[in-house]
């Protein structure tokens, strides 16, 4: 079976929480969790679609990371280049990797705007996974399609302009380097 065939039945099967979560180690399944949540924190907010997808990737990793959510929320409001490093090493399970891309492009699209920094930290999670790029473009492109046929009211759209405050502000050296990251991209 080839990559599109795989990512498309699962989202068709599950649309999120491809994979049983709570079998993975408590570290795994913090990290999957907590770079969902900081993916969803890349607007400055994070809307009722997002929440409830959160919650449920939530309940997909068990009780305890599920009574830790709100704490996980809070804590993961600021981004964090270390953090997302430190989350990386902790995802061993190739499934897993895969999975986790999959989730953050669920996120992503679930207020039905793709803002430019969230495609940069999808991006540079998937390298650190070691996620080919054809692999992630193949991701990404099925879970538009399902997600913009499944909903007929209102399709994904693209936001490229200027970054969003939350990556205006310079008082941290994680937000200091996304900028350099980003002014290079240019």
């Given at each position: 079976?080839?990559?599109?065939?795989?990512?498309?039945?699962?989202?068709?099967?599950?649309?999120?929480?491809?994979?049983?979560?709570?079998?993975?180690?408590?570290?795994?399944?913090?990290?999957?969790?907590?770079?969902?949540?900081?993916?969803?924190?890349?607007?400055?907010?994070?809307?009722?679609?997002?929440?409830?997808?959160?919650?449920?990737?939530?309940?997909?990793?068990?009780?305890?990371?599920?009574?830790?959510?709100?704490?996980?929320?809070?804590?993961?409001?600021?981004?964090?280049?270390?953090?997302?490093?430190e989350w990386v090493l902790n995802i061993h399970d190739e499934k897993l990797k895969v999975g986790?891309?999959?989730?953050?492009?669920?996120?992503?699209?679930?207020?039905?705007?793709?803002?430019?920094?969230?495609?940069?930290?999808?991006?540079?999670?998937?390298?650190?996974?070691?996620?080919?790029?054809?692999?992630?473009?193949?991701?990404?492109?099925?879970?538009?399609?399902?997600?913009?046929?499944?909903?007929?009211?209102?399709?994904?759209?693209?936001?490229?302009?200027?970054?969003?405050?939350?990556?205006?502000?310079?008082?941290?050296?994680?937000?200091?380097?996304?900028?350099?990251?980003?002014?290079?991209?240019?």
């Amino acid at each position: 079976m080839d990559n599109k065939t795989v990512i498309s039945s699962i989202l068709k099967d599950t649309s999120a929480c491809a994979f049983r979560l709570s079998e993975y180690s408590y570290e795994e399944r913090l990290a999957y969790v907590s770079m969902i949540v900081s993916l969803a924190w890349a607007d400055g907010s994070i809307d009722d679609r997002e929440r409830r997808l959160i919650n449920t990737i939530a309940q997909a990793a068990g009780k305890d990371i599920e009574d830790e959510l709100e704490s996980i929320i809070i804590q993961n409001r600021k981004f964090s280049i270390d953090k997302y490093n430190e989350w990386v090493l902790n995802i061993h399970d190739e499934k897993l990797k895969v999975g986790l891309i999959i989730d953050m492009f669920l996120t992503s699209f679930a207020d039905k705007v793709l803002m430019q920094s969230e495609t940069i930290y999808m991006k540079y999670i998937s390298q650190k996974l070691g996620i080919s790029q054809p692999l992630y473009t193949e991701i990404r492109k099925c879970v538009e399609d399902i997600l913009n046929y499944k909903d007929d009211e209102e399709k994904i759209r693209y936001e490229y302009g200027p970054l969003n405050n939350r990556e205006k502000q310079t008082d941290a050296p994680a937000e200091s380097l996304l900028e350099k990251f980003l002014g290079a991209m240019k």
